[in-house]
């Protein structure tokens, strides 16, 4: 089964920039989609396609892929993204995989 | 407004079944492909159940043999079928609406969660 990989936690200063990756064989194929998570809250879609945002999402979000790699962006900070960050890709199979979530403190 | 209801969680011994639900508004559900994810306590993300709009479903390698996602359409609602449940299903159940095209797959809408403990 595919496996999408991610490190578990980051910390980023008030207002500096963050990036978050995701590795995983899916990725040569599927555009990896992002999600954020709030303690006690279901997760909502931050950032999925190419680079593209759900209405409402802030542009401080923004995502990239390369190869195996996808990455999430956030550009200028701010408190109210400290939250767990989860990447997400469909196989070729039909099956889907998420990774194990990357933990953003925001210092 | 688009809106995704879970309901049907509870407490329920080792052994046991449950069927959860999922009622949607504001959408089809036949129209979209339609997911179960789940998250034990202090974990992460796990997906279950997928089911695709001609009917097709993927199973987790955890849940397969056990689990059963579908959906009755006259009452626009997801169900999971869940039998022989284990102390390691316990976790909040999500549904959750797919998209999708060509590379570009996600999901969009996801309901706000209803809880299974498997305890004895």
């Known amino acids: 089964s595919s496996e999408l990989t991610q490190d578990p936690a980051v910390s980023v200063a008030l207002g500096q920039t963050v990036s978050i990756t995701c590795q995983g064989d899916s990725l040569r194929s599927y555009y990896a989609s992002w999600y954020q998570q709030k303690p006690g809250q279901a997760p909502i879609l931050v950032i999925y396609g190419k680079n593209k945002r759900p209405s409402g999402i802030p542009d401080r979000f923004s995502g990239s892929n390369s190869g195996n790699t996808a990455s999430l962006t956030i550009t200028g900070t701010q408190a109210e993204d400290e939250a767990d960050y989860y990447c997400?890709?469909?196989?070729?199979?039909?099956?889907?995989?998420f990774g194990g979530g990357t933990k953003v403190t925001v210092l | 407004e688009l809106q995704l209801v879970e309901s049907g969680g509870g407490l329920i011994q080792p052994g046991g079944s449950l069927r959860l639900s999922c009622a949607a508004s504001g959408f089809t559900v036949s129209s979209n492909f339609m997911t179960w994810v789940r998250q034990a306590p202090g974990k992460g993300l796990e997906w279950v159940s997928v089911l695709y709009t001609g009917g097709t479903t993927y199973y987790a390698d955890p849940v397969k043999g056990r689990f059963t996602i579908s959906r009755d359409d006259s009452k626009n609602t997801l169900y999971l079928q869940m039998n022989s449940l284990r102390a390691e299903d316990t976790a909040v159940y999500y549904c959750a609406r797919g998209q999708g095209i060509a590379q570009t797959y996600y999901f969009d809408y996801w309901g706000q969660g209803t809880l299974v403990t498997v305890s004895s």
């Open positions: 997400n890709s469909r196989d070729s199979s039909g099956n889907w995989v």
